[in-house]
């Protein structure tokens, strides 16, 4: 059952160029001036409701760290049994979200082991099928904000628990997966999509967002780590996809600058343990801080990006590493830091803002 626990963390968000009617909120926000960095207010865009985690729990660490709001995306991986890392199904999202609409976004998850067949993604079966039928009642009801993390391309990775993921390699540009873009575009929800983009996956990735181009895709972890000049030309060529940094910084899974453990650094709370994390094309330098060239990306791309994301998708990363959540905000907010005023505001909440439209708002 472990090899199925694939844990991703990947924040879909639709694309800000959404037909959406957001309502205008900013009047209650900060103004820059008022808002030095280390009160600016974030919007966590990629975040996961893994076995465990309590509404109250999840609102206490947000208010601690000036997270105003979450968009969270639930994770099935071994369900509620002994060994499982996720919850058995979607109604406790959305449970989350009735009780603090204000905080919660909530999203249709995809971390599904019936996901985790490729021939099923090749050739939708009668469980694919039971599913896209099932999406479709979901995001009929409008209660979804998203669809999403889908695990398409991840690289194996482990946690000291013994959680871990094999490698996944499923072609973007599956006769199932423009289903789900068809049913997004339809119902006018973002897609979060985790894709490792490498010699090997771009050229299916491409047919898919050719395919897609009404349907608002996310790409979680910075686009799924390209380096810069791919990253720029799918943008450049894509108007319709967004990019997440979830897990971007050097504490997350995805943003490491060099080699992992183990064991991994102290001061994160965990130690020992096989760390399987592949080191690709960070933004950050390893001290909180963004690289030169992601830099003058961010500026160039302020719109693009959609926001930062603590991306937990493993009980572990909540209540064994209990500092996790405050040390990746802050690295979060270091990097935020290093751009000008209205690109970190975009990047820390408005763009999230806009493209969900103030859900929630009362
Ligand atoms: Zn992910």
Known sequence: MKKLIAAMIILSVGALTQAQEPKDTTSKLPKPTEAPISRLMLIDTHSHLPKGL??????????????????????????????GQGISDENLVLDFHRKRPDRIIPFMGMQRPVLLDKGRWEQPDAMAERLLRFTESQLRTRSFKGVGEFILCHYPYSYPSGARGETIRIPADTPLMKKFLDLAAKYNVPVSIHYEIDEESLPSLKKM???????????AHNGGRPDLPTLQTLLNEYPNVLIDWAGMTHLGGYGWTSPPPPPRPTGRGVTGGTWVWFVKNPIEDGKGHLRPEWKVFAEQYQDRIVGIGFDGAHPEQFFVNTEGYKMALAAFRSMLSDLSPGTAEKIGFKNAQRLFGAIGAK
């Open 54 to 83: 309590t509404l109250d729990q999840l609102v206490k660490l947000m208010d601690e760290n000036g997270v105003a709001m979450t968009a969270l995306m639930p994770t099935f991986y071994g369900g509620n049994k002994p060994d």
């Open 209 to 219: 967002l050719e395919y897609g181009r009404r349907t608002t895709v996310i790409l």
